[in-house]
């Protein structure tokens, strides 16, 4: 690879890294007022997401220590967003799930930002559009593990 390409990849990084920033930035903008932090709408995701789970499991899905997700849980727990049940097989763990309220909170903020998301969408071209699909795609690979 010559260095003017090495260059071009290097500054194509640093645009597509602002770009992921800054979205992302105005994306979180949309959430409803409501206090959720973003490790706390993180956890609450991840369990829209994935379903009920332990904390142990929840905490290994967000890349954080146990102690940490135990703080998160009671914080949501407190707000109403999740409930904690008895494991099935295990007495020392507990499920913890998306409470009604939870489940409405995650899917208006889905909302809201799929709102916002469509209303950007609609200033640009059919061709832009098509260009942002297929780049969709490649960040998702990019994206995954």
Do not use: F
Not at 1 to 13: F, H, K, N
Not at 89 to 98: K, P, S
């Amino acid at each position: 690879m010559d260095t003017v390409q090495r260059t071009s990849e290097r500054g194509l990084a640093a645009r597509l890294r602002l770009a992921v920033v800054r979205l992302s930035r105005r994306l979180r903008a949309q959430n409803p007022p409501t206090g959720v932090t973003l490790t706390q709408l993180s956890a609450l995701s991840t369990l829209h997401k994935c379903g009920p789970m332990t904390p142990g499991q929840l905490a290994g899905k967000e890349g954080v220590q146990p102690p940490s997700m135990t703080r998160v849980i009671a914080a949501l727990e407190k707000m109403g967003y999740v409930d904690r049940r008895p494991h099935p097989t295990d007495g020392r763990q507990a499920i913890v799930e998306l409470s009604r309220q939870g489940v409405e909170y995650v899917n208006a903020t889905i909302t809201a930002r799929e709102a916002w998301l469509d209303e950007q969408l609609a200033k640009l071209t059919p061709q832009e559009r098509k260009i942002l699909d297929q780049a969709a795609e490649l960040i998702q690979r990019m994206a995954e593990p």
